[in-house]
């Protein structure tokens, strides 16, 4: 379209001189903001201008309701919000989830501890592998045996924890660069991502949906590969995260889309239940993984990024520095990854090996039991927590002393952040809802459960 | 540190403490309906509580039992570092089935307690929107509730005499503009 109009303003040019029309356009607005014979210090309309402003007083203003999503890109096809507006500005919402509902906790109800593990898998589908783990923590915070995880598998489960927080947050932060239309920063955190789903491969045989973690452990070892790999695909998405950052944060479109727009505050976050990225980007230092360090965590040396303010900015800046120190945690576990087996030693809670199960009858026996029954975890409850690529991710299991769980809550970080939505876009620009809601990571597997 | 917590909650409450005890290092106390939201704005308050945070607000359904339903909310201090997890026992019986809100501590209350709501039934007295929230509007019963069948189908039709969802949410947004106009 563009070259085009070049094009022919270039042919008529030539032909019959300037375009009357046209120049009387860039006239007025010359005029309109380089008023000729302008004093210092006035501000005053040019008489077109002013014609505009005066009709522009007549127009109706009645307030609009309209409807966004849930088959919106933006609304990343599971949210759907009602807005009452009054030209561009937002003056009350109502959003609306439920969309990707499909009944986890009823699943979980009838299905064996083990079986769960795909579901969990499906919450938040952009970081599987921590829902993995915190879903694994509970059951063994169920069955006391949280100090006999050996611990090689709990440095795999951090390594591997890791790697899909980097996935989640370059998920989210570039996801919302494209929705602002910064395509080409999207291809290139959307290929630092693929560097780490390769990883995940390698580790699971799955790209998204691992279900890797087990109870009491992990399925199997690493690749004899694994480290060297993961070294230099870590300095390749470095290299690659580095590149997304020198494309848009000099950016005067990026920035003004970003800075002071969806701004908490502190308290209203709390008071929500807000955890992970949002919260800090609050200041509020809330992370699991300092707090009550789990598994392997005290043994590493990482920080945890905070920014003010609470908008959109602050969000994307936390999520960036949060990608770096998960790496340095990476690469910290790769050093001190001890030898060793990589699933609890205890026939009532491990499968059994493939190899016993197809050779001797005890083995086969003992596979039948817990495919069929699963495995007993006796009559209690218990509420454990840990810090997903959202925030804190919480499952609150409570047992009867079956094989299946009678209750399985999973407490969503994403809904209690998405809770906060009205508040955060009543007051803005109807434009405004785009980077907000991909800043604050709705993900509707999780949220909708 | 959070037994202090279990202890100052049997001294300032005294009956309305019906129970309390530890499993798996987590504190759980169950408490009266009737006190429930002193005790709550009690947890919230005070300086050596300081529970902030509203984790999370489920129900659990022990069919055949009595009470049936038990209402759980997980209590977090960001400053005090102590978890505390309070339970309240609701009666299935239509007219008892209820727990007063919380949406007057903590934002978290307000969504919490309507996907409570929806799925199990249990009524949140005084919460300003008690709408459903995962499932529609239409849909009749309450999924989680250990009585309905998990492989029940209910297709999605629109019934006479039940609002919809485009009426509900246009009555709220309307609602909420006659109030700020007319004040």
Redesign the interface.
């Known amino acids: 379209m563009v070259a085009t109009f070049k094009k022919d303003a270039a042919v008529s040019g030539h032909k019959d001189g300037p375009v009357s029309g046209a120049r009387e356009v860039a006239q007025s607005l010359a005029e309109t903001f380089e008023p000729s014979g302008r004093q210092a210090g006035e501000n005053r309309l040019s008489p077109s201008m002013e014609a505009f402003a005066e009709q522009a007083k007549r127009l109706p203003t009645d307030?609009v309701?309209i409807n966004m999503g849930p088959s919106h890109p933006a609304m990343h096809g599971t949210v759907r919000v009602?807005l009452?507006i009054d030209g561009e500005t937002i003056?009350?919402?109502?959003v609306?989830?439920?969309y990707l509902?499909r009944?986890f906790?009823?699943?979980c109800?009838?299905a064996t501890y083990g079986q769960i593990f795909p579901y969990v898998d499906r919450l938040n589908y952009v970081s599987p592998m921590l829902n993995n783990v915190g879903y694994a923590m509970a059951v063994e915070?169920?069955l006391?045996i949280t100090e006999r995880i050996p611990e090689r598998a709990e440095y795999i489960r951090v390594i591997a924890g890791e790697l899909a927080r980097v996935c989640d947050h370059l998920t989210c932060v570039v996801a919302g660069l494209a929705e602002l239309g910064g395509f080409t920063a999207f291809f290139y955190g959307v290929r630092a991502r693929e560097h780490f789903w390769e990883l995940l491969e390698d580790i699971s045989g799955a790209r998204m949906t691992h279900s890797y973690c087990r109870i009491g452990g992990v399925a199997w070892d690493l690749t004899e590969d694994f480290i060297p790999k993961c070294r230099e695909k870590i300095a390749k998405v470095r290299k690659l995260i580095d590149d997304t950052r020198s494309l848009v944060e000099r950016n005067r479109i990026f920035l003004d889309r970003m800075e002071g727009v969806g701004a908490l505050s502190a308290e209203?976050a709390?008071?929500?239940?807000i955890t992970g990225p949002v919260l800090r980007a609050t200041g509020?230092d809330?992370d699991v993984r300092k707090?009550?360090p789990y598994s392997v965590y005290d043994h590493f040396d990482f920080a945890i990024p905070i920014a003010d303010g609470g908008d959109n900015l602050a969000r994307y800046l936390v999520r960036i520095e949060e990608m770096e120190q998960s790496m340095q945690i990476i690469e910290q576990a790769m050093v001190q990854i001890p030898p060793g087996a990589v699933i609890i030693d205890d026939p009532a809670i491990a499968l059994p090996a493939k190899r016993e199960v197809y050779n001797s009858i005890e083995g086969m026996i003992a596979h039948f039991k817990h495919i069929m029954d699963g495995l007993r975890v006796p009559p209690?409850?218990?509420?454990s927590?840990t810090e997903a690529g959202n925030g804190?991710l919480?499952f609150?299991i409570?047992s009867d002393g079956t094989g299946r769980p009678?209750?399985c809550?999973c407490?969503p970080p994403s809904?209690?952040t998405?809770?906060?939505l009205r508040?955060l876009i009543v007051g803005a620009n109807l434009a405004d809802v785009v980077p907000i809601f991909g800043g604050i990571n709705m993900i509707g597997g999780e949220c909708?459960? | 540190m959070a037994e202090s917590v279990l202890t100052a909650l049997h001294e300032r409450f005294g009956d309305a403490i019906l129970e309390t005890g530890t499993y798996v290092g987590d504190e759980i106390a169950v408490v009266a309906r009737e006190r429930l939201v002193d005790v709550l704005t009690f947890l919230r308050d005070d300086p050596d509580m300081a529970f902030a945070m509203l984790t999370d607000l489920t129900v659990v359904d022990y069919l055949h039992q009595v009470p049936r339903f038990e209402v759980v909310y997980q209590l977090y201090s960001l400053t005090k570092k102590h978890r505390v997890r309070l339970k309240v026992h609701v009666d299935e019986a239509p007219e008892q089935c209820w727990v007063p809100t919380a949406t007057g501590l903590w934002h978290a209350a307000n969504w919490a307690e309507r996907e409570a709501w929806d799925l199990y039934g249990v009524r949140f007295e005084g919460h300003p929107d008690m709408r459903r929230i995962l499932m529609y509007d239409e849909f009749v019963g309450h999924p989680l509730r250990k009585d309905y069948p998990q492989n029940a189908r209910q297709p999605l039709l629109r019934r006479p005499d039940a609002p919809t969802t485009d009426d509900q949410t246009t009555r709220l947004l309307e609602d909420s503009h006659d109030r700020r106009t007319s004040g």
């Open positions: 307030e309701i009602v009452r003056k009350d919402a109502d609306q989830i439920g509902h009944g906790e009823k699943e109800e009838n915070k169920l006391g209203d709390v008071s929500y239940g509020v809330y707090d009550k209690g409850e218990a509420y927590f804190e919480g609150y409570v009678f209750k809550r407490r809904f209690y998405t809770a906060a508040q909708d459960r």
